[in-house]
């Protein structure tokens, strides 16, 4: 079945500096959202990208969906205390309105 | 409008014994999507609604799980003969539709299964 990895697992910055994640599934995919989790809190969504290329931002969030429609990354650019969370990619399919979740990218800022 | 609701927001249960959830969408979204979420994962999909109809339900999930819709407005989720593997959070989430897709979610129901 289709499956969303994302990387890295964890990581840890300093506040200021920047921090990626990456998403990639197995197939390809009609429209990704990216969610964000609070430690003990439910996901929330933060924007959904459909276009192939597609890029948007955020303020200091930047969300990129790659051509072949089978990759995402999200970037933050100088990292707040406020940042920390568990950030999850979710991809879509043209023939469900499910989403796959991906596996998280545990963000932790040190100020 | 006050979100997604769910009830309750814990439940500790014996083996063997049966849940049930409850989930409150939005009230003008037509889309109601139950998640289980365990430590370190993401929400890993289970079963969701169009109205009152169940368009989709997760192969990986059992027969001792089962979900209703029967208004199209709220919703259950029942697990018989509870396994302690079943213990994690789930989750509830409500949409628009195709057009407006993002999930909003409510804060979950964690299990305890001793």
């Known amino acids: 079945g289709q499956q969303v990895m994302q990387i890295p697992q964890y990581q840890h910055v300093q506040e200021g500096e920047d921090f990626t994640t990456y998403c990639n599934s197995s197939?390809?995919?009609?429209?990704i959202q990216w969610y964000k989790q609070r430690p003990g809190g439910h996901p929330v969504f933060l924007i959904q990208?459909?276009?192939?290329?597609e890029v948007k931002k955020q303020k200091r969030l930047t969300f990129q969906f790659g051509e072949a429609k089978k990759n995402s990354s999200l970037h933050i650019t100088a990292t707040q205390t406020t940042d920390v969370g568990t950030y999850f990619c979710?991809?879509?399919?043209?023939?469900?309105?499910?989403?796959?979740f991906g596996t998280g990218t545990r963000l932790q800022v040190f100020p | 409008d006050t979100g997604v609701s769910q009830n309750p927001r814990h439940k500790i249960t014996k083996r063997g014994q049966n849940v049930t959830f409850r989930c409150d969408p939005i009230?003008?979204?037509?889309?109601l999507y139950w998640y289980r979420q365990t430590l370190g994962q993401g929400p890993e999909f289970l079963t969701y609604f169009q109205n009152e109809a169940q368009l989709e339900k997760s192969r990986l999930l059992s027969d001792r799980f089962s979900a209703e819709r029967p208004k199209g407005s709220f919703s259950t989720l029942e697990i018989q003969r509870t396994e302690q593997g079943d213990s994690a959070m789930y989750l509830c989430?409500?949409?628009?539709?195709?057009?407006?897709?993002?999930?909003?979610f409510g804060p979950g129901t964690r299990l305890t299964v001793l």
């Open positions: 009230s003008e979204h037509n889309r």
């Open positions: 979710a991809g879509g399919s043209d023939n469900t309105d499910k989403l796959i």
């Open positions: 989430a409500s949409s628009l539709g195709r057009l407006r897709n993002e999930q909003f």
């Open positions: 990208l459909v276009k192939s290329g």
């Open positions: 197939t390809t995919l009609s429209n």
